[in-house]
């Protein structure tokens, strides 16, 4: 375990502990994961305009990879360099919260737009893919923080 930011280790090694911590790991991003896929396919996400419906499945799905993957390097990063690891997750919870911002304002402006706004329309299409990108690691590093997995042989 990372006593310097608290998030559990990543890279690979032949402790039965240290497994234990990778597992948790996935875990929290495999639950980070669910928690996009209980959002697409119970319709939540209808009603926040986070996304055009022509292209909500292609945000949700390739974002949600890119953030399993982006999740993957931020719990490596925090075991590898534990100072570098705390100030990528703020950047990563920061960055969420832009992309949230910007995709509703964008939106927003592209659905009240009289004539066609192109800007507005791609800040829209590009934003919706950051939020997912973005929602999955915010996710699992709060998951991981918050350790809701508790402490079992692995640690």
């Known amino acids: 375990m990372c006593r310097k930011c608290d998030f559990n280790a990543w890279p690979m090694s032949d ?12 875990i929290y ?7 996009v896929a209980a959002l697409h396919f119970s319709g939540a996400l209808n009603g926040f305009n986070l ?33 570098l690891g705390r100030w990528l997750v703020r950047l990563v919870m920061l960055g969420f919260l832009v992309a949230v911002v910007v995709t509703l304002v964008n939106a927003r402006a592209f659905i009240m737009a009289e ?4 800007v507005a329309v791609n800040l829209w299409h590009k934003g919706s893919y950051a939020v997912f990108a973005l929602f999955v690691p915010a996710l699992a590093a709060l998951l991981a923080k918050l350790r809701i997995i508790g ?5």
Do not use: Q
């Open 15 to 26: 402790n039965l502990r240290e497994k234990g911590t990778h597992m948790k790991n996935v």
């Open 29 to 35: 991003i495999a639950l980070s994961l669910a928690a």
């Open 51 to 83: 996304t055009h419906p022509v292209w909500r499945s292609n945000a949700t799905l390739y974002g949600s990879l890119g953030g399993a993957v982006l999740s993957a390097g931020l719990f490596w990063a925090c075991a590898a360099k534990p100072r």
């Open 115 to 118: 004539d066609f706004d192109p």
């Open 151 to 155: 402490k079992g042989a692995g640690g």
